[in-house]
């Protein structure tokens, strides 16, 4: 069927909406990465929308120096990469044997992780359940709590179950044990819902700031995030106080800290574009995320 | 009886080691915090300890109800998240409808790929650029000076007045397109062969959608509302801890942060964990009370 009047009037002002909508997301982000390229002094006097005035790579060039940016680097990597692979396994194992139905003990666990999702500790016992075992200035502090996620358990638990039966039954004939069906079979099987919760624990560990916030003052253990959210939360004061402290004409704190945001962004806007297919399908196998 | 359990536990093995790590994990750091809770019945020294400190009922609750920055708090923690929901929930939806009417598939592509990148940048990233895009010389200011709107730059972040629409706004900037996602699979599911019906009928694009696509979608909207409603008391605790600063401070402390500046900066942790538990309660209330209502009206709930 064609389109009516009223369906490409429609369409006209969809379009014209949607490219206002892209610029509301776009601009100001562009607006950032223009301001990381431009000389700090002249960036104060305002008027800096798409393009940088006066280019500059020495914002880059300044933090790149920093030797701690690398080291809390280092550790959001290590955090991010180590975090997803513990949290797939411990949960994934655990949606694999739930998703049995003849798994002794099956029912109590489900019905434990229901009364999770409803009833929550809070921060302060969960501070001091956290404290108590140790975990405070741990690397692993950023990795254990989050092991286990019974959402994520669900979901894969149910998509577990979607697959055939017979072909785990002819792995077991042919002699494979239960830890090789689960890791030679079921886990290629669910590659997209597997790489769908991956996306959002790596997100949540690349973005997390609060735990290290919580519990870490060692700086050698500062993850980027948490790195960044002290440069942005004590130069507003330093600036003021300390204004001319810098001997630099080129740069100022404030544009230091755009090309921060952008160096620390940056791992997540190009890894994105490639994972998205598979958590727009994950995100239809789990139903409701968030 | 005992035998053959042995017997079935022995032969299942395998799966009985794959689930124990995240049994002893859901314990230690779901179930033992519950228990946890008892101390806002207590007066909690770190140095006495769970078992050695005093036991005082009720008082950490007669506190903070007594108590007038408790209604500051709590009127900023609504007051945010009411506009929120009744900004970003339908925005959602309206934006869903639309971007699943784009005809070019390669427009939609990108569309739905430039709306869902702010979600993945963290609450810190964004309190950042924020503080940039407003602050005195920033795109903003820039922007309405060089239109003569304004003749001098205005401080956005330092006005408290301006703090709930600087949260609420952030928030849909951030959100938006991430929570047109399931609304997108949902139309998706709708048998088109009920799109050519209306249009057979004469039915014009916009009855369509108010006819075909929201009745289609209605249980995915009433589900997400009762997740909305029942978290109506979390605002979002990064955003806040990165938006704040002493100037918005009356207006951008809500019950999430007010726990944490009180147990954790503080060192008050019983006061903080009754307020903790309050909220909590009022949370799960709310959703159960919406919950009803919604069977009532819609004969679609959660439960």
């Not at chain 1, 601009?27 to 390229?37: D, H, K, Q, T």
């Not at chain 1, 411990?90 to 798994?103: E, H, M, N, Q, R």
Request: no cysteine; proline share 3%; net charge positive.
């Amino acid at each position: 069927m064609g389109l009516d009047r009223g369906e490409k009037i429609f369409n006209v002002f969809n379009v014209l909406f949607m490219l206002f909508f892209i610029s509301i997301i776009v601009f100001p982000l562009i607006n950032i990465v223009a301001l990381s390229f431009n000389n700090g002094y002249d960036a104060m006097k305002g008027g800096i929308y798409l393009f940088p005035r006066k280019f500059t790579l020495v914002n880059y060039e300044t933090i790149l120096k920093d030797t701690t940016i690398y080291r809390a680097f280092g550790v959001t990597a290590a955090k991010t990469v180590i975090g997803v692979i513990g949290h797939l396994v411990i949960t994934g194992a655990a949606a694999y044997a739930l998703s049995k139905s003849y798994l002794l003990g099956r029912k109590i666990f489900i019905r434990m992780g229901i009364i999770t999702m409803f009833f929550y500790g809070g921060m302060i016992p969960s501070f001091l359940v956290v404290k108590s075992l140790g975990l405070a200035n741990n690397f692993w502090v950023y990795i254990i709590p989050v092991l286990f996620s019974f959402y994520d358990m669900v979901i894969l638990m149910n998509f577990f179950r979607s697959l055939p039966e017979s072909i785990e039954e002819s792995a077991k004939i042919d002699g494979a044990n239960v830890f090789q069906v689960f890791f030679k079979i079921i886990v290629p099987l669910s590659f997209p819902v597997l790489a769908t919760i991956a996306l959002f624990h790596g997100v949540y560990q690349w973005n997390d700031f609060f735990v290290a916030k919580l519990y870490v003052t060692d700086k050698a253990l500062y993850p980027i995030q948490y790195y960044l959210y002290q440069l942005l939360t004590s130069a507003g004061a330093a600036s003021s106080a300390k204004a001319g402290v810098y001997i630099s004409k080129a740069f100022t704190t404030q544009s230091l800290q755009q090309a921060t945001m952008i160096v620390t962004t940056l791992p997540i806007v190009l890894i994105y574009p490639f994972l998205q297919k598979y958590f727009i399908s994950g995100m239809l196998v789990g139903g409701v995320k968030e | 009886m005992k035998s053959t359990f042995k017997h079935k536990f022995l032969s299942q093995w395998e799966l009985q080691v794959m689930v124990w790590p995240s049994i002893i994990l859901m314990i230690v750091f779901s179930f033992v915090p519950m228990f946890g809770l008892t101390i806002a019945f207590q007066d909690y020294s770190p140095l006495s300890g769970f078992a050695g400190s005093e036991f005082v009922g009720l008082d950490n609750f007669k506190a903070f109800l007594g108590d007038k920055d408790f209604y500051t708090v709590l009127t900023n923690t609504l007051g945010i998240s009411l506009m929120k929901l009744l900004i970003g929930f339908p925005l959602e939806i309206v934006l869903a409808i639309l971007i699943n009417q784009i005809r070019l598939g390669l427009f939609k592509k990108f569309t739905q790929t430039v709306s869902y990148l702010p979600h993945f940048l963290s609450w810190v990233i964004l309190g950042g650029m924020i503080t940039s895009w407003l602050g005195s010389t920033g795109l903003l200011n820039s922007f309405l000076l060089s239109t003569h709107l304004i003749s001098e730059p205005l401080s956005f972040l330092s006005n408290a007045n301006a703090y709930w629409w600087i949260a609420t706004l952030s928030d849909i900037w951030k959100e938006v397109g991430w929570g047109t996602i399931l609304y997108l699979a949902a139309i998706t599911g709708i048998d088109p062969s009920l799109y050519e019906a209306a249009k057979v009928d004469g039915a014009k694009i916009l009855k369509r959608i108010w006819y075909v696509t929201l009745p289609g979608i209605k249980n995915i909207i009433v589900l997400m509302f009762l997740l909305r409603v029942g978290s109506i008391l979390g605002a979002n605790l990064d955003q806040t801890l990165v938006l704040q600063n002493s100037s918005n401070m009356l207006r951008s402390e809500v019950i999430d942060s007010y726990v944490y500046h009180l147990g954790l900066a503080q060192g008050d942790f019983s006061f903080a964990t009754a307020v903790g538990i309050f909220s909590s309660v009022v949370s799960v209330t709310l959703l159960l009370v919406a919950n009803f209502l919604t069977k009532k009206l819609s004969d679609s709930s959660i439960f």
